[in-house]
C-alpha cells in the first residue's frame, strides 16, 4: 500500500471512530438470537477501530453460538463470553463473522457487553511501512 493510500485509511478510519462514538457509544441493540442486550462501550469501539469493522446489524441480527469462562482475565464481575456468528460477504466471498460479548455480573443481574468482533478463518497480512526493506523470498 502506498504512504498516500495509508494516509487516507488511517484519516477515514478516524473519521469512523469519530461517527461512532456519537452514534454508537452508550446505545443497547437487541440481539434476536439470545434476547440480550448488548450495550456499545468506549473499549468496545476502540477494538472496532483497530479492526475496521461496523456494529449495529451484526449486534442485532448475529446467532448466538455459545459461550465460555474468561481464563484471561480473571475479573470477579466478568465471568464469561458469549459468541455469536454473522454471515458476511465481502467481494463475493462468504465469511463468518464472530461476534464476542462480554458478560458483566452486575448485582443480581447479567449486562453483556460488545468486546469486539473478527472475521473467521482469515489472516490479514499488514504491510510493513515503506521504509522497511522487504524479502519475498520471507514472507
Same mark, same amino acid.
Not at 42 to 65: A, D, M, P, R
Given at each position: 500500500m502506498?504512504a498516500? =493510500?495509508y494516509? !487516507?485509511?488511517?484519516q #477515514?478510519k478516524i473519521e469512523c471512530? *469519530?461517527?461512532?462514538?456519537k452514534?454508537?457509544?452508550? /446505545?443497547?441493540?437487541?440481539?434476536?438470537?439470545s434476547?440480550?442486550i448488548?450495550?456499545?462501550?468506549?473499549?468496545?469501539?476502540n477494538?472496532?477501530?483497530?479492526?475496521?469493522?461496523?456494529?449495529e446489524?451484526?449486534?442485532e441480527?448475529?446467532e448466538y453460538?455459545?459461550s465460555s =469462562?474468561?481464563t !484471561?482475565?480473571?475479573e #470477579?464481575n466478568?465471568?464469561?463470553? *458469549?459468541y455469536?456468528?454473522?454471515?458476511i460477504?465481502i /467481494?463475493?466471498?462468504s465469511?463468518?463473522a464472530?461476534?464476542?460479548?462480554?458478560?458483566?455480573?452486575?448485582?443480581?443481574?447479567?449486562?453483556f457487553i460488545?468486546?469486539h468482533h473478527?472475521?473467521d478463518?482469515?489472516?490479514?497480512?499488514?504491510?510493513?511501512?515503506?521504509?522497511?526493506?522487504r524479502?519475498?523470498?520471507t514472507?
Amino acid at each position: 500500500m502506498l504512504a498516500e =493510500e495509508y494516509q !487516507k485509511l488511517k484519516q #477515514l478510519k478516524i473519521e469512523c471512530l *469519530e461517527y461512532a462514538e456519537k452514534n454508537f457509544r452508550g /446505545n443497547s441493540y437487541k440481539n434476536k438470537s439470545s434476547g440480550h442486550i448488548i450495550d456499545v462501550s468506549k473499549k468496545g469501539l476502540n477494538e472496532w477501530f483497530s479492526k475496521s469493522k461496523t456494529v449495529e446489524q451484526i449486534l442485532e441480527n448475529s446467532e448466538y453460538s455459545h459461550s465460555s =469462562e474468561n481464563t !484471561k482475565n480473571l475479573e #470477579l464481575n466478568a465471568p464469561s463470553y *458469549e459468541y455469536y456468528n454473522y454471515p458476511i460477504v465481502i /467481494n463475493n466471498v462468504s465469511f463468518i463473522a464472530i461476534v464476542t460479548v462480554r458478560v458483566i455480573k452486575d448485582g443480581n443481574d447479567d449486562r453483556f457487553i460488545y468486546y469486539h468482533h473478527y472475521l473467521d478463518n482469515i489472516y490479514i497480512k499488514k504491510e510493513p511501512p515503506s521504509s522497511i526493506p522487504r524479502n519475498p523470498e520471507t514472507e
